[in-house]
Each structure stands twice: as structure tokens, then as C-alpha cells.
Nanobody
């Protein structure tokens, strides 16, 4: 069982930036791919970015490519999401997630099975 705690959300203006963090505990962090999902108001939770267990591969939904960067620090059991050039449509609750099985790529939404409580990101114009 893994516990995930997000932080770093808040209010930003269009064109601004935020950095989300997710601290993991409870199992061997370095063996699991991690990801970030977003649930916009009135919509289902959607995959935003994923990073492989080794950190060697990163995957993004098309709408955030070139603006968001996912990274991980295995020594700190933490995964990050750096967001720049924010848009109003980036608004939502951002959830950290871990894959259900070890040594994954972090590329498929269906592979994730553990979730944090979420952190709100609001981008205003």
C-alpha cells in the first residue's frame, strides 16, 4: 500500500507557473512508475503526465506537451510536476498516482491504481 500526498497547488494567472510535489510512502517508491492526473470541473479525471520507474521515460497528454515537465527524486520519494505557460483550461484538481505493478513505464492511464487526495490548481485570466 502506498500513501501519496500532493502539495503546491494554488492560484496562478494565465502565463504563470506552478510546481506540484507528491511525497510517497509505504512501499518502494523507486520501483514504481508515477503520474499526474487532472479533474477539471464537471469532467472526468484525465491523464496529464507519467514517468517511468527509472525516470528514463516521460509521457504527456498533447495539451501539456512543451509546458509541463514531470520528474522524480527517488532519494526523496517525491515526484514533481513543473507547469509553465499556464492556461485557464489547466484549472482542476491534480492527483498524484502510482502504478499498480512495479517496473512500469507510466504511459497508460489504466496502469495507475493508487491516488493522492488531490491539490487544487486554479488559473485565472
Amino acid at each position: 500500500q502506498v500513501q501519496l500526498v500532493e502539495s503546491g497547488g494554488g492560484l496562478a494567472q494565465v502565463g504563470g507557473s506552478l510546481r506540484l510535489s507528491c511525497a510517497a510512502s509505504g512501499r518502494t517508491f523507486r520501483s514504481y512508475a508515477m503520474g499526474w492526473f487532472c479533474q477539471a470541473p464537471g469532467k472526468e479525471r484525465e491523464f496529464v503526465a507519467g514517468i517511468s520507474w527509472s525516470g528514463g521515460g516521460a509521457y504527456y497528454t498533447d495539451s501539456v506537451k512543451g509546458r509541463f515537465t514531470i520528474s522524480r527524486d527517488n532519494a526523496k520519494n517525491t515526484v514533481y510536476l513543473q507547469m509553465i505557460s499556464l492556461k485557464v483550461e489547466d484549472t482542476g484538481v491534480y492527483y498524484c498516482a502510482a502504478e499498480k505493478t512495479p517496473l512500469g513505464l507510466g504511459a497508460r492511464a489504466a496502469a495507475f491504481g493508487s491516488w493522492g487526495q488531490g491539490t487544487q490548481v486554479t488559473v485565472s485570466s
